[in-house]
């Protein structure tokens, strides 16, 4: 399931030369892995590749100096991707103008889009990303269960992780500046070199998701120690769903579910 | 935070919890100090932090109250449309939402974690609250499988 890579190099050629964006954001192969390509020269694009192997986000690099001293860019972005771009938008992390989209998905190239366009055709043509059906059996599953076996089911799940942040480094959403991980007064997700402080980060981490994640799977693909992060953020992504009536990175003009608020909220588990 | 929390677990019997209470300066604290100025009698297990507002109650700090060994956190605050700041309120209530679900989820069931409004004038419904929270944590017993606990290695 190759998309017709020739049409991807020759609008990325297009776009360089004429001046329109300064890189191109892409894959390419570097034996059995696709690794990010950055592409300023329109005599390079031959390096550019794309298949359904390439999973890692780019949208992630939007928030390095380096990449954003190259604005305007073009990104090769399947509909995930392009969710992330809407996400950034709507959070005001990216504008109109500075980030153009090759759009790609399973069956091949759809074109050259600005993030209107990208808006229009995520809206027409990816407006219901069927979820992960396994994902779903496996949360049902993981809900029938008592809280004692839930609370021993995610020890466990989360006893392998090192605190790497490779999760946070995949991840487009995860762009503030700062991270709680990186404040040590107070300390809030422990440093010691055993499994205290992986609940905390893992709960703040999905929680940090509320109203972000476009289950593009980066953080999963990047984990070291194979955590199934993406039933929590499918969780996340749900209840944000069913109690805000919210989907991520459909609307470039949203607002952040978490950082506004109805005065009619659910508010039945109040006293 | 971490070195008293052993307390709850050899004691089952005759338990006495530990419970942490987040609550903002302008309703719920003046709430409680209507209840201790008013000398109404309530249960002496909550430990209550006082913050500007429930805005900036954190995720975090519960987090840290479970990590710290709480057998349950109460997080309480103005009722709608009466935050001091318009509307910290509101913003907490989403973040709460979510947040309780992903902690049961993850194990944190029913019943050690409790939200409340509670205003300034309502020091018997702080006081009734109180007992209320106490009365079922003591019947629930000890927080034994506290996944944000540290565990034996």
């Not at chain 2, 004691?11 to 903002?24: D, H, L, T, Y």
């Not at chain 2, 008013?38 to 909550?46: D, F």
């Not at chain 2, 902690?103 to 029913?110: I, K, Q, R, T, Y």
Request: hydrophobic fraction near 40%; proline fraction near 4%; include cysteine.
């Amino acid at each position: 399931m190759v998309a017709n890579i020739n049409e991807i190099q020759s609008a990325a050629a297009a776009l360089l030369n004429e001046g329109k964006v300064k890189l191109v954001l892409g894959y390419r192969v570097r034996g059995n892995d696709r690794v990010p390509a950055f592409v300023t020269q329109a005599d390079q694009v031959g390096c550019l590749a794309y298949d359904s192997a390439c999973t890692q986000n780019l949208a992630a690099y939007l928030r390095k100096g380096e990449v954003r001293s190259r604005m305007p860019l073009a990104v090769v972005a399947r509909p995930e991707v392009m969710r992330s771009l809407m996400l950034l938008t709507a959070e005001s992390q990216i504008a109109e103008g500075q980030v153009t989209v090759l759009a790609v998905d399973e069956q091949g190239f759809h074109g050259v889009l600005d993030l209107a366009g990208t808006a229009k055709l995520l809206n027409e043509q990816y407006a219901r990303i069927a979820p992960d059906s396994s994902l779903m059996e496996q949360l049902a599953k993981i809900e029938a269960m008592t809280p004692q076996e839930r609370s021993a089911f995610w020890s466990e799940q989360f006893e392998p992780c090192t605190r790497c942040y490779a999760c946070r480094a995949a991840c487009p959403g995860c762009f503030c500046e700062r991270c709680i991980v990186e404040m040590n007064t107070p300390q809030w997700i422990s440093t010691a070199a055993e499994s205290h402080g992986n609940f905390a980060w893992h709960m703040i981490r999905a929680f940090h998701q509320a109203g972000r994640c476009v289950e593009c799977g980066a953080c999963q693909d990047a984990c070291p120690q194979g955590i199934p992060l993406m039933l929590l953020n499918h969780f996340i992504a749900r209840e944000v769903e069913r109690e805000f009536d919210a989907r991520n990175g459909y609307d470039p003009q949203a607002e952040p579910v978490i950082g506004s608020w109805k005065q009619d909220d659910k508010q039945e588990y109040i006293r | 935070m971490t070195q008293a929390t052993t307390q709850t677990e050899t004691k089952a019997e005759g338990f006495e919890p530990r419970i942490v209470a987040f609550v903002c300066n302008w309703c719920t604290y003046a709430g409680a100090d209507l209840a201790g100025t008013s000398r109404l009698q309530y249960a002496p297990h909550v430990r209550i932090v006082k913050l500007p507002c429930t805005g900036r109650i954190d995720p975090l700090f519960i987090l840290k109250a479970y990590e710290g060994g709480a057998d349950a956190v109460l997080v309480s605050g103005c009722h709608p449309g009466d935050c001091h700041y318009t509307s910290g309120n509101y913003h907490a209530r989403r973040r709460w939402t979510i947040f309780r679900r992903l902690l049961s989820l993850a194990g944190v069931e029913e019943g050690r974690l409790f939200f409340s409004w509670v205003s300034a004038a309502e020091g018997q419904k702080f006081a009734d609250l109180i007992n209320d929270v106490t009365a079922q944590v003591k019947a629930a017993g000890p927080f034994k499988h506290n996944p944000a606990r540290r565990q034996a290695w």
